[in-house]
């Protein structure tokens, strides 16, 4: 049976199975003559053997038995001829069978293969290396694929010596000699990455020994991942700077549980602890933020929200100090993962300085509200001086000059005192402007209307008062004196200003009565 499986290339059950029924029944009789046969003759010779050799009867018997035996053993040999010719028939059409099948299986490789040889991304070469005294010198390719060139701008690569194709390789990457001799002569495969100065690209390359003194490199231009890593690289650095140079506090939270990932050491300083007290730990866990996230449940109030600030909330750091801090949470998703970021800054010296500011401003505008008062109560003090007391001495001179002018109009046939009465009218005239002057330079310093009426009626005076000096339209007192009786007081009244009583004149012996608004003779 083991033959018959070696002839047929089938298993133990498909060799038994698939030969035909009569071949096997004539196989197992023709073994079983053999053995009979064979057997027969070795017992009968035997009996004969012992028996007289000169009997006739006994040597006719031997001589059909031998006939016997011999006809059974052609006829086992026969059959069991036949059926290993048949056998070896079958095994020769399944051998060729299977040679068929595997030259199909050969060429299917080689167009799969093929196509994916020349379609790959991945540059591929087959090369020799040379070795001169132990050690890599150069390398032949001996098969490159489309990408090759592609990938390295080398054309026409296949036979020719890496030092010819790119000159000064030797000197500028020994590197990538070393790397690939030392694969050639152990036999162990390895990747890298490289940055091949004769070319002026990054690789990546799987190189492997296929047998001795050659090798297989399959690679890939990384030029621009590198870049990008090397960017990522330097910017990663200088955030990482920005991070620990920072002067606010910064602290990383899991955005899921709340658990710090790191913090900087600005406020590793301002809350006085090790940085060890934060990390591993949840925020609210930690005691400094108990007035900004004191659980779990105002944790979720900072995670959903994307962006919260508060402008003044209370730390208490380790030595026990009481500081007023900016806090500040940006949420962002880094690597599919979502993370917030605190800012915590320091605006206890900000807030000092606030209030000492608030504080001098309101000095300040005490101050001038002071000095302010302060002149005002000059600018009222001199106005009510003028007004009061060089005003009525004025007053009375002219009314004295007008009393002095009537009581010399009875001599006014004596031509002798004309220049008199002459020089009275004018002195009286001047008088007269004088008092105007009093009054005017008074009411500039401090109005008494202000302080009478208020600002409504004090501004509408003084508007008259300009337009009569432009000479637009004359001052009519009387179009808005009987407003002015109506309307209530609401200025703040001066002491200048204050109606003063009776006044008698004692040259006249009349009375008058002065009031807030200017009077004129």
């Known amino acids: 049976m083991r033959i018959t499986r070696k002839l047929t290339g089938l298993g133990k059950g498909r060799a038994i199975s698939s030969l035909p029924r009569w071949l096997l029944a004539a196989a197992v009789l023709g073994i079983l003559a ?56 079958r095994s020769a059409k399944a051998h060729y069978r299977g040679l068929c099948l595997v030259e199909a299986a050969l060429r299917t490789s080689q167009e799969r293969y093929g196509s994916l040889f020349d379609n790959m991304a991945e540059g591929f070469a087959r090369c020799r290396m040379v070795f001169d005294n132990g050690r890599p010198r150069d390398f032949t390719f001996l098969a490159v694929n489309p990408a090759f060139e592609r990938l390295t701008g080398l054309r026409d690569a296949v036979g020719k010596k890496a030092s010819e194709l790119m000159p000064g390789i030797r000197e500028s990457d020994p590197d990538l000699f070393e790397i690939y001799g030392r694969v050639v002569l152990s036999g162990h495969p390895e990747q890298f990455e490289t940055f091949v100065t004769a070319l002026n690209d990054w690789f990546s390359v799987s190189v492997y020994s296929p047998h001795k003194e050659h090798f297989v490199a399959v690679f890939s231009v990384i030029t621009k991942r590198q870049r990008a890593e090397e960017a990522l690289r330097a910017s990663e650095v200088r955030y990482r700077r920005l991070f620990e140079a920072a002067k606010d506090g910064v602290l990383i939270l899991e955005g899921e549980t709340g658990m710090v990932v790191d913090v900087n050491p600005y406020l590793v300083q301002l809350l006085g602890c090790s940085r060890t007290t934060f990390l591993e730990k949840k925020i609210w866990e930690l005691g ?71 504080t001098h401003r309101r000095q300040l505008r005490a101050l001038s509200g002071r000095i302010e008062k302060l002149r005002e109560e000059e600018r009222t003090r001199i106005s009510r001086e003028i007004h009061d007391e060089l005003g009525q001495m004025l007053t009375c001179i002219k009314m004295d000059l007008r009393w002095m002018e009537h009581r010399l109009d009875d001599f006014r046939d004596d031509r002798r005192l004309n220049p008199i009465l002459d020089k009275l009218v004018a002195t009286a005239e001047l008088a007269g402007a004088t008092i105007k002057t009093v009054q005017r330079i008074a009411a500039d310093l401090r109005p008494g209307i202000l302080d009478n009426l208020g600002l409504p009626m004090a501004l509408q005076y003084e508007a008259g008062r300009f337009e009569d000096e432009r000479g637009n339209r004359p001052l009519r007192p009387q179009a808005w004196a009987g407003g002015l009786r109506n309307r209530p007081w609401t200025g703040r009244r001066s002491a200048g200003f204050q109606p003063v009583g009776n006044l008698r004149y004692p040259a006249s012996g009349a009375w008058c009565r002065s009031s807030g608004i200017p009077f004129s003779a």
Do not use: M
């Open 34 to 89: 053999i053995l009979g046969g064979g057997g027969w003759f070795y017992y009968t010779q035997r009996q004969f053997l012992r028996r007289d050799a000169g009997d006739n009867l006994h040597t006719i018997a031997q001589l059909k038995v031998d006939r016997i035996v011999q006809s059974g053993l052609i006829l086992g040999l026969t059959l069991a001829a036949g059926g290993f010719g048949f056998l070896w028939q």
């Open 288 to 358: 400094f933020f108990k007035d900004i996230v004191a659980d779990q449940a105002n944790f979720e109030l900072l995670r959903q929200a994307e962006y919260i600030r508060y402008d003044d909330r209370p730390l208490e750091t380790a030595d026990g100090r009481r500081i007023e801090v900016e806090f500040v949470s940006n949420a962002y998703v880094v690597n599919h993962r979502k993370v917030i970021q605190c800012n915590v800054r320091d605006v206890t010296e900000r807030r000092r300085n606030e209030e000492r500011a608030r």
